[in-house]
Nanobody, 122 residues
Framework: QVQLVESGGGLVQPGGSLNLSCAVS????????MGWYRQGPGKPRELVAR????????YYADSVKGRFTISRDNAENTVYLQMNNLEPEDTAVYLC???????????????WGPGTQVTVSS
């Protein structure tokens, strides 16, 4: 069973930084994409950053370009989101997402972590 678990959220002042981690566990045949979404109070879930493994391409939402960086450590099966120059508008629950194929499966499935709260406030 594939599991994603986020960590690293918390309370930070505007202009501060946080580094979120997403630990991926379980049996994995391959991963098509890994990314981070967020859902703020009363807002729809939005894609923040994502990379496509086979294409080696990275996407960032316009609102976070130049401030957030997504990266991965294949050896540790971990995906990171480094967030700098945080703004109150970045306050949200951040969720890790993976399009992953389990061994023996014939298609990719969407997996989500439970999320980690990020609050940007003075």
């Amino acid at each position: 069973q594939v599991q994603l678990v986020e960590s690293g959220g918390g309370l930070v002042q505007p202009g501060g930084s946080l580094n979120l981690s997403c630990a991926v566990s379980g049996s994995i045949a391959s991963a098509y994409a890994m990314g981070w979404y967020r859902q703020g109070p009363g807002k729809p879930r939005e894609l923040v950053a994502r990379f496509i493994m086979s294409l080696r391409t990275t996407y960032y939402a316009d609102s976070v370009k130049g401030r957030f960086t997504i990266s991965r450590d294949n050896a540790e099966n971990t995906v990171y989101l480094q967030m700098n120059n945080l703004e109150p508008e970045d306050t949200a629950v951040y969720l890790c997402n993976g399009a992953i194929m389990a061994p023996g499966a014939v298609q990719y499935s969407n997996y989500w972590g439970p999320g980690t709260q990020v609050t940007v406030s003075s």
